[in-house]
């Protein structure tokens, strides 16, 4: 598989594409005036305990308190309050040789017994704010590597599951016990897989640096006070995600370029090669065909290359989604059958769907109804398979006898909503149309459906001058591909009276081919 990171950087912000065989399946955003992000450590302040819910609302220095669960405090709480408080002071070492760890917590103690309002509290922000709520906290502290996350305050050590081989967890356990820091747990992250000490070493070193700095900016810190930023989304995308089938990074600014490269250089140098500087006058995104496949992919309803097409709905407490047949042709005359190859093509679409628009919570899948059971496996199987490269934690049942499968997955920050309508040329503003830009897909899409299915003879394509034009223009112009492919000669009507995305199809007599 290859991988491409396509990578807009603007004045307002930041946009990041990730492909997979040219295919859109992630997309990141990244404000430049976002102040805090997922990842960075803050000295903050409890504003408010709430004894009925178990929880209490933290000052972090935004416009809405931070959510702080008892749950999310973490079995080294009294550890963390009694290291910030020495930190504070300017009386804790660099490092925490000589930390005494405090006793644990119980899982089923009381938030207000554990912290007050007047000691400032270490916390970490897991969550991005989602619709009224502010950022999801913790306690239990942590700092991502590469290769490994660094969690003070213990000495456990653990392994990804991802790793299988006995051998090799047992070589990395041996690893990383001679280079670990006391009073240091660690976590051994999937790419740590087949490294080398060295390599291991260098990732350790780099986090209790930036542990060292900490402590530093905690020494007379006033809470609230951000005392540990993590990196931006670019350089974290690319420290979870880079492997081997990534194959190329583009980036329109020389500054972001730099800032990758180099890091690149760090962490990956056999890798510093496949980025690239873009400095062509068409925008990044509309050269890669991000924009064109970003405008096909948002919206309510998404359609299939086989003519169905799947309808997404939002509702307060979950995301639902209906798949429809459309006008797809029917390959054969079993209905089960045609049913099922539109499932299992929707199920690899709406895979894609939740992990680009990162929905999160409950969704419920209307898939056309098929009766075996047999069936119903495969689909479940195959849906599970196609979310096996979202990193979000998730879960898939199996379909009810209803024909519905129910998923829920992690939410960690807000949906992506794009609206792809646009103002309508017509009416100046005052009404909306689709994408114009899906315009000709659309009309391949239908012709397609027409010839194959309807087997018409003579048709005529009835739409404004400009997508006339644009049919006819060049030597090999989109009419002489449909000849190519279909060996039809599509007649051209047009007129001013038409709206720009407006088009219909006419049979050999004159009647509009309507499509149902």
Known sequence: MNRELIIDAGQQGVDIA?????????????????SIAIGDIILARVEKILQGLN???????????????YSDLGPQIRSVQKFTRLAIEGNQPENLNDFKLEQETVKTGKIGQTISRKNPLLVQI???PISTKGHRLSCDLSLAGRYLVLIPFTNEISISKKINSQEERKRLLRLIESIRPKNFGVILRTLAEGKSVQELHEDMSHLTEKWKQLITDLKGAQAPKKVLSEMSKTSTLLRDMLNASFNRIVVNSKDTFHEIRNYIARISPEKESIVQLYNGRTPIFDQYDVTKQIKSAFGRTVNLKSGAYLVIEHTEAMHVVDVN?????????NQEENAMRVNLEAAKEIARQVRLRDIGGI?????????????????NQ??????????????ILPMSKFGLMQITRQRVKPEINITTDEDCPACRGTGKIGPSILIMDEIEKNLNHIITRNNQKKITLFVHPYVEAYVKQGIISKRFQWWRKYKRWVHLDSSDNV?????????????EILMN
Do not use: C, W
């Open 18 to 34: 990730l492909l997979e065989d040219r295919v859109l399946v992630e997309l990141h955003q990244e404000k430049l005036n976002q």
């Open 55 to 69: 929880a209490a609302f933290v000052d972090i220095g935004q416009p809405k308190n931070g959510f702080l669960h």
């Open 126 to 128: 897991i969550k991005e």
């Open 325 to 333: 047949s459309g006008h797809q042709p029917m390959q054969d005359t």
């Open 363 to 379: 969704i419920i899948v209307d898939f056309i109804d098929v009766r075996s059971p047999e069936k119903k496996r495969m689909l």
């Open 382 to 395: 195959v849906m599970m398979e196609a979310m096996k490269a979202d990193k979000a934690r998730h879960t």
């Open 499 to 511: 709206a720009i995305t407006e088009y219909h199809f006419y049979d050999k007599n004159g009647e």
